[in-house]
């Protein structure tokens, strides 16, 4: 039985309907992964004790075959060579992206954190006004920004020490879910364009489909796609490496997923500690 609904979870993903059912398994394929090898090694174990029927072992093993096939385009043995940085390029730059989680209170930590790392630019989701008061006190050296303060869990917060040409806020499927759109330039001259995403996740709490969510991204690869200069897309995507909208956003945007030969980078709320 619980073979049968680890199987029935896997096989979920596959089918294109956008309800959060069929959606949210992909969030935690790499637990099902973990609990397909954990039911496994009990099958062996107690194989003479059970009857076991050999189309859900069968089917159990293709599960398992499928999720290490995903999984290992994100070790370094599928780490490609064709993305080498031009003869010509800029000095790095360092973006500090982060969910802050709107009722958490404890904003020096943030603050800390962007004083100790000194990044160039820093994006913030679910910041909302008390979280905009905290970040006055980096101004001094953060001269650029764009703050949009909500209380809906979807504000976010822009700050930059890099020459701004331009910056704008998208609302491309909701007038409360923002996106962030910015023309930088590096200190030897080089420009590149920013997007910070928050799109809302398929969930029982949130959006019962991920119309939303999928409708969101795709407008900003297409809008990415449309930029003759370098993109940087970063922020809370809700979704993982592997689904069908990350695959599409990929390809619609034309960009490299750093994620490839560096591990998936997923995470989940830092409260759930058994994800």
Known sequence: VVTSIIVLLSILPFIRNQHWVFRVPDFIRPQLLFLQLLTLMATIIWWKDVSYPFLILFALLICIAYNCYIFIRFTKFRRSNKYKASAKHSKNVKIISVNVYQFNTEYHR???????????????????????????????EYTDFKEIA???????????????????????????????????????????????VHPPPPSPTEEETSK????????????????????????????????????????????????????????????????
């Open 110 to 140: 943030l603050v800390d954190m962007i004083r100790k790392e000194q990044p160039d630019a820093f994006l913030t989701m679910e910041s909302n006004q008390d979280w905009e008061n905290a970040f006055q006190e980096l101004k001094d």
């Open 150 to 196: 909500l209380e809906n869990t979807y504000g976010m917060h822009f700050y930059t020490k890099l020459k701004v040409h331009d910056i704008k806020v998208h609302y491309f499927v909701s007038d409360d879910l923002p996106s962030i759109e910015a023309e930088l330039e590096t200190e030897d001259g080089y420009r590149f364009i920013f997007f910070g």
């Open 212 to 275: 939303e969510r999928d409708g969101d991204l795709l407008s900003v690869a297409k809008r990415a796609k449309k930029h003759s200069l370098p993109v940087v897309i970063t922020g809370d995507f809700n979704t993982v490496a592997w689904s069908r909208v990350s695959i599409l956003f990929k390809k619609a945007s034309g960009l490299i997923d750093a994620r490839y030969g560096r591990g998936y980078l997923a995470t989940f709320h830092a409260n759930y500690w058994f994800f």
